[in-house]
């Protein structure tokens, strides 16, 4: 082969190679792809260099084409990313990105999520959420404060075994009450005595106790107490709560029905002596759908506090009682509130009953306050 061919092969091998190696860089850099860019502010992106790679879904899709720095202390760096146009159905206006790590001690990359089903896709230029990156150094300072706890812990528990050991060496010499009590025997007799003597005393507690409740019991069904608690409106402090609703809802009432305790109630008590008043309320339940019914009671502010907050639950009781046996209603959508003592309300009376009826929608919120 002659001089100028081999001159001739030369030259085109090295165009061939230089060509191969602007087509790599160009391929890296995407160059020769249709590409769009994104951007996103970070208070620190501490590794990471212009050119790192863009993955999306751990594929690499794009680079950092700049990273400024903020125009003001105090404001955040900006990292502009250029990505392959086919990304575009993938990155969503809540997409994220972050700054993460090849392995433990790798180049820094940045990381962007795929967005949610719903959201609207990205435009050229737009600007995405980011995560504050967790940088190697902030872990080791955080993992040798540990290990500093770790061993003033340690330290702490070696000095707790000493003591323990001085302790259970004076124990067994007898020394102290505990060791005359494991050394000797007319101490823990005596000790077994009186710990006989209580045992008998809480089963006679016991006992009694189980008798008083049986008493009462009974009390409640003699001829002679029993217009007691059926003046009282109620048998047993239990049924006070057993409907209650924990808070009433924040939306709007589709109806509002408002009745004054002394048009229902016998005075100042709790027993129901005028329900045919809740015929109009118990009507307009049963031919009209609902989600939730809330029959609220509250007293004027005179009197005990408690004792005016257990009148209202009873009267909140008596007039869901009188609704449920009387009319045919849904009696697990009906709740009651004692509200108690209360300021004049908007019915311009502080001593009534509010039964306030809800749309279908608010019965999460029925389930949730049981």
């Known amino acids: 082969m002659s001089r100028t061919a081999r001159l001739g092969l030369f030259i085109c091998s090295a165009i061939m190679i230089l060509s191969a190696s602007l087509f790599m860089l160009g391929n890296q850099q995407f160059l020769f792809s249709s590409t769009y860019s994104l951007q996103a502010s970070f208070d620190s992106v501490s590794g990471l260099a212009e050119g790192a790679e863009v993955r999306i879904g751990g594929v690499r899709k794009g680079i950092v084409a700049s990273i ?38 790798g180049n820094k990359f940045m990381e962007i999520s795929f967005g949610s ?52 060496a004076k124990v067994d010499r007898g020394e102290g009450t505990v060791g005359a009590l494991i050394n000797d025997k007319t101490m823990y007799n005596q000790l077994n005595a009186t710990a006989a003597d209580v045992r008998k005393t809480v089963e006679q507690a016991k006992i009694g106790v189980t008798g008083f ?27 006070l ?8 809802p924040k939306t709007p009432a589709m109806k509002e029905f408002f009745i004054n305790s002394s048009e229902v109630f016998n005075g100042s008590g709790s027993k129901l002596e005028h329900g045919a008043r809740l015929s109009a309320i ?74 306030l009826v809800y749309s279908a929608k608010p019965e999460r919120s029925l389930r949730a306050g049981k």
Not at 213 to 239: C, I, P, T, V
Not at 241 to 248: F, G, L, P, Q, S
Not at 338 to 353: E, F
């Open 68 to 105: 400024r720095m903020p125009q003001r202390p105090g404001g955040k760096i900006v990292v502009a990313m250029k990505l392959d146009k086919s990304t575009r159905q993938f990155i969503k206006k809540d997409s994220i990105a972050s700054i993460e790590t090849a392995g433990l001690l």
């Open 117 to 168: 089903k719903d959201a609207p896709f990205v435009s050229n230029s737009d600007s995405i959420q980011s995560s504050p990156p967790i940088d190697l150094s902030d872990m080791i300072k955080k993992t040798n404060e540990i290990l500093d706890t770790t061993n003033a812990a340690l330290k702490n528990v070696n000095g707790a075994t000493a003591d323990l050991n001085n302790i259970t």
């Open 213 to 239: 409740q049986e008493d009462m019991e009974a009390l409640k069904h003699n001829w002679f107490f029993h217009g007691f608690f059926k003046n009282r409106g109620y048998m047993d402090s239990a049924e």
């Open 241 to 248: 709560t057993k409907y209650e609703i924990a808070t009433i």
């Open 282 to 355: 118990g009507e307009f339940l049963q031919n009209n759908p609902f989600g939730l019914v809330v029959v609220a009671a509250c007293t004027g502010m005179r009197g005990d506090s408690i004792e005016q907050l257990t009148r209202s639950r009873a009267r909140a009781v008596a007039v869901r009682q009188y609704l449920v046996e009387n009319f045919k209603l849904d009696d697990l959508r009906i709740k009651t509130k004692g509200m108690g003592k209360q300021a004049q309300n908007a019915a311009g009376s502080a001593d009534l009953v509010e039964i």
